[in-house]
């Protein structure tokens, strides 16, 4: 243990306080378009992220862990709810429309939660920290897209509220390799870097 008997980083997963967390996995970003537009991102996505997620959620499921999504959704038809950085940047997807949902590969299970942002990290759009400590949660194992944007943000925002970020660095993607190191080599020193094979067996 370390100190005030908090528990080590790489300490191993306690599916009964831990949080798959799925962000961005949605039909308005991994799109068939984008394997024109966003080749790595889109290979690395379906190829190696995707599976991964795939995995570690269904793990999760079958250990007693929480299974959370989010996904980018204005909660107003015109958007007017947005940040400004959202706004300024355009991304703009309405409730209930086909862009909001989740991929079908990671369908939500009956009584998962699936939470609309607005932001980059869903602690400042959402009440998913509340949520978390409503459940009695203190580690998410944060999976998704980008690596280098709301992956980022929200493995900084999570460990300033004390909560143990666990990034598996697999089941997780952006638009060239060069970027995906780099955010993770920026943010590493955040949360427990890890490969999804490895929480598997810490899950299974």
């Known amino acids: 243990m370390s100190q005030a008997g908090a528990p080590e980083r790489n300490a191993s997963l306690d599916a009964g306080r831990t949080a798959i967390l799925v962000i961005d996995v ?20 379906r190829d190696m992220a995707i599976p991964n997620m795939r995995r570690l959620v269904e793990s999760g499921r079958a250990a007693g862990a929480e299974v959370i999504y989010t996904v980018i959704q204005s909660l107003t ?36 939660l699936v939470l609309p942002k607005t932001s980059s990290s869903l602690f400042n759009s959402t009440i998913f920290e509340y949520l978390m400590r409503n459940m009695g949660l203190d580690t998410v194992v944060t999976t998704g897209f980008l690596t280098d944007q709301c992956i980022d943000h929200t493995v900084r925002d999570g460990a300033d509220r004390g909560f143990r970020m666990v990034c598996p660095v697999d089941a997780c993607t952006t638009d060239s390799e060069e970027r995906h190191l780099a955010a993770l080599n920026a943010f590493k020193g955040y949360c427990r870097q890890v490969r999804t094979e490895e929480l598997l067996t810490e899950l299974g």
Do not use: C, M, W
Not at 26 to 45: D, L, S, V
């Open 26 to 45: 949605q039909k308005g970003i991994f799109r068939p378009e984008a394997e024109r537009e966003r080749p790595y991102f889109f290979r690395t996505a």
């Open 77 to 112: 038809r015109d958007g007017r709810d947005r940040s400004l950085d959202y706004k300024q940047t355009g991304f703009h997807i309405p409730p209930g429309s086909h862009e909001a949902q989740v991929i079908d590969e990671l369908t939500p299970a009956e009584d998962e």
